[in-house]
């Protein structure tokens, strides 16, 4: 494949805006002393209160011991901290501090921000389709091989949320 055409394939136009976009929302997040996978992990705990160590893990995108990383910085500096209620087992639930959320506000400005200047110039229906095909290629690589179109780790119905 020539090297023009490598260039217009998904895959590549995919990871360029995934690049594109990481820059963007890191130079956006600066000001809130967050990283883009900070903020990941304050976003997925305040939508999922109740989402295991592993849930939080697969929503953010990251390996469990990376988010245990994640969480230590996220406690040390006063973001979150152990919820009052708690789980079955060793699991302690986790909050999202009055600090943590007004951080997460301003966090969440800046990434809707970055994310609407991506889609700046597209009309309504066009951001609609954009998302609808990039679920159905997120799906197409989550499904296992010969299981009849079985996700392989439960993502879909995350990416479907993301697509609502």
Known sequence: MADRETEATAGYLIKRVQQSLRRRCDAALRPTGLSMA??????????????????????????????QDLLAVLRTAGLITDADTHRPGRARSLGVTAEGAHRLAAAHDAVTA????????????????????LLRCAENLERVPGTDGIASSGNSAHTAKAAG
């Open 38 to 67: 900070q903020y990941a992990v304050l976003r997925a705990l305040a939508d999922h209160p109740e989402a295991s160590a592993a849930e939080l893990a697969r929503l953010c995108f990251v390996t469990r011991q990376s988010l």
């Open 114 to 133: 970055v994310d609407a200047s991506m889609t700046d110039g597209m009309s309504a229906a066009a951001r609609r389709q954009l998302v609808a095909s």
